[in-house]
Every structure is written in C-alpha cells, then in structure tokens.
C-alpha cells in the first residue's frame, strides 16, 4: 500500500468496516455499498459518430457527474471508476496525453463542486508514477475532500490488480525482514490490509459498460464475490436510469459467498 493511499483511507466511514473477506450486507440492506465500474466504450461511442477518440473520453467525463450525483442519492456510499489502467499508457501518445489533460480539467473544474457535495475523492494506483502535474493536481483535490463523508469517489487512476498485489507483497516482505510480522500470521486480512482499497468494504457491484465481459485487471482479489453486470451502453450515454436498471438486478441475486441457497439451508 502506497503511503499516499493509507494516507487517504484513514476515519473514512468505511474505514471502520473490515476488509478482505466475504461479507453479507448489512442487516436488511438491499443496495450494494460500494460499486465499482469499468467505463468502457469511450472510442466506440466517438468513432460512431465520427469524432475523435478523445471526444468520447470528454463525453464520459459527463456521464461521472451524472453518476456521482446520483450514488448518495441511490443509497451509494462507495464508487469507485476505472479511470486509466496500468495498460493504458500503451495507448497513442496522443491519447494518452488527451487523458492526463482531461485528467487535470477534472480536479480543477470539479472540485469546488464535488466538496460541495460532500464527495471525497480518493485514488487507487501508482499515483507516485503519474506525470508531475497531473500528480499534484489529484493529491490537491483529495486533500481539499478528505474530510467529506457524503460519497466516497475512488478514481483508479495508473491501477492494475497485478501491480497492487505486487505492492502489496513488497510491503509485507518489507514488513517481515524488519520483524514486524512473522510469516506464519500471514493471512487474507493481511493481503487486504496492504491493497490501496485497505480499509474499505469490497465492492458488491462491479459494473461494465460497452458490452465486454472482463475484468480488465480491475478488482481481482476485491471483486471475487461481487455481482457483475455489464451494459453494451456505451459509458457516454451511461445516466441514473442505468445505474438504477443495475440496482434493481442486484437486489435480485442471491449473494451465497460460497454457501448454500437460504432455501437450501
Ligand atoms: C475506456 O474506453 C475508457 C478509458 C480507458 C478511460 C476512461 C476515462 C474517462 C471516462 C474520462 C477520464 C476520467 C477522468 C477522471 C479524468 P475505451 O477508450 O477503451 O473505449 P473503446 O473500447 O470503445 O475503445
């Protein structure tokens, strides 16, 4: 776990719920807590209507506002976007410098609304990796939100599950050749406790829009008992009726954690 993500996790309101296993809603709780979503079809969307790539992303950046406003409203305490992978660098330089840009647009021109709304924004990623700017521009707006508790905002940002467990690893070997931890109390809480997301509840909702079925390298140890729902709704055309369209599948499936049917019991 970065210094910089346990910086932000910490008196979170989901700080206070134990990370790592399997865990049953709250009582009576039909709504998931925290969802996650993989915004995808940005490029699909744009290319359809004959623009540039990069008007896609600009038009999604639309559909987080839609998104963001509606969470709290919809009982949402957590939501966490997918906004640039540890893969997406391999993208033309053009767009990714597109990104990093839209990035920054976002921290200046959304956080005087954001902090209105008790949003707090956290990041989920090598954040020590991102360009220098766009670095001091996201560690900016999480400072200037921390203390919100409305709605948890995650931006995965330079993310990839492979390069978090590889953190995570790193800090626990770090942890054990100083004889803080002995290896035999290595557990599943450990893992957990050291991923950028320590601290946090896993999500119970992983949303998928653009109609792909993966996981992208996104959540992999978080996401192992969440419900999944993919849209081929493209991310820019993604709004609250969507959202809610998730909701009301969620509150149908029976989430089992590995047990039996309730009838079965
Ligand atoms: C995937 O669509 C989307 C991304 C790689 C970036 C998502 C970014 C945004 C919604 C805007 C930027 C966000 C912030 C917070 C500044 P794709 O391009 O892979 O779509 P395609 O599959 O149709 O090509």
Redesign the pocket.
């Known amino acids: 776990m970065s210094e910089t993500n346990s910086r932000y996790t910490n008196g979170s309101p989901a700080a206070q719920v134990p990370a790592g296993t399997p865990q049953a809603p709250a009582g009576g709780r039909s709504g998931p807590r925290h969802v996650a979503i993989i915004?995808?079809?940005?490029?699909?969307?744009a290319?359809e209507r004959g623009l540039p790539?990069v008007a896609?992303?600009r038009a999604?950046?639309e559909?987080?506002r839609r998104v963001v406003k509606a969470c709290p409203e919809l009982g949402i305490e957590i939501l966490t976007?997918?906004?640039?992978?540890t893969e997406?660098w391999k993208r033309p330089r053009d767009e990714v410098n597109a990104?990093m840009n839209?990035?920054v647009?976002?921290c200046r021109k959304e956080v005087d609304e954001l902090d209105r709304n008790g949003v707090r924004i956290q990041v989920l990623g090598r954040v020590a990796e991102l360009p220098e700017l766009q670095r001091r521009e996201v560690e900016r707006a999480v400072e200037r939100t921390r203390h919100n508790r409305r709605l948890i905002l995650n931006?995965a940002l330079n993310y990839g599950s492979h390069a978090e467990l590889v953190d995570a690893f790193k800090a626990i070997l770090a942890r054990v050749l100083a004889g803080e931890l002995d290896p035999s109390q290595i557990d599943e809480q450990t893992i957990a406790a050291h991923l950028y997301t320590a601290g946090m509840p896993d999500p119970d909702l992983v949303i998928r829009t653009?109609g792909e079925y993966r996981l992208s390298n996104f959540l992999l140890w978080q996401a192992a008992y969440a419900e999944l729902w993919v849209t081929p709704v493209?991310?820019p055309e993604f709004d609250r009726c969507h959202l809610e369209q998730a909701l009301a599948e969620y509150a149908r499936r029976e989430r089992r954690f590995g047990g039996v049917p309730a009838r079965g019991r």
């Not at 915004?39 to 969307?45: A, E, Q, S, T």
């Not at 976007?81 to 992978?85: G, P, Q, R, T, V």
């Open positions: 915004m995808d079809g940005n490029g699909r969307w290319t790539r896609g992303h999604g950046i559909a987080i976007l997918y906004a640039f992978s997406n990104l839209l990035l647009e976002y931006l653009g493209y991310w």
